[in-house]
């Protein structure tokens, strides 16, 4: 097996990350200077991360990379190519933010909503079973 099929994502200048730890878990940042082997600059000035230091296995790698920025950019040139590359959209769109505000959204229902989900489960389930059982009887 070779090494280009092994890895999709790479430590880069503009690689769009997912914070896993601290004050600002589960905002998106990019990345944009290389400290170390252990350690990159990032910075999300759209959802509000500020520029720090960041070891990499607190952060996760997304398939998106912002392709014109430039290595050690300001503030303002990261904002510019950030909103030019509609990076939170495409985020949004996406079927690992979809199941990670589903979760967001499963974990804040109270005891009475998780009560009305299990009625209308059972109320479906009822409803299958009956087409099934209507469709074996008939075959």
């Known amino acids: 097996m070779s090494a280009d099929t092994t890895f ?16 600002d878990a589960g905002k998106l940042a ?16 759209s959802t509000g991360v500020t520029r720090q230091s960041f070891t990499y296995r607190r952060l996760v790698l997304t398939p998106y990379v912002l392709k014109k920025l430039p290595r050690a950019a300001g ?12 990076v939170e959209a495409k985020w949004n769109k996406s ?10 959204k499963r974990r804040n229902t109270s005891d009475f909503e998780r009560f009305e989900v299990m009625l209308l489960k ?12 209507k469709a074996k009887k008939s075959a």
Request: charged share 30%; hydrophobic share 45%; net charge positive.
């Open 8 to 23: 999709k994502r790479f430590v880069e200048v503009g690689r769009v990350v997912l914070v896993n730890d601290g004050p």
């Open 30 to 45: 990019t990345i944009v200077e290389i400290i170390d082997h252990n350690r990159a600059l990032i910075e999300g000035p």
């Open 75 to 86: 503030t303002t040139v990261v904002k510019k190519v950030w909103d030019a590359s509609d």
């Open 95 to 104: 079927a690992w933010a979809q199941k990670r505000a589903a979760q967001q």
């Open 122 to 133: 059972k109320q479906r389930r009822r409803l299958v079973q009956a087409a099934a059982a």
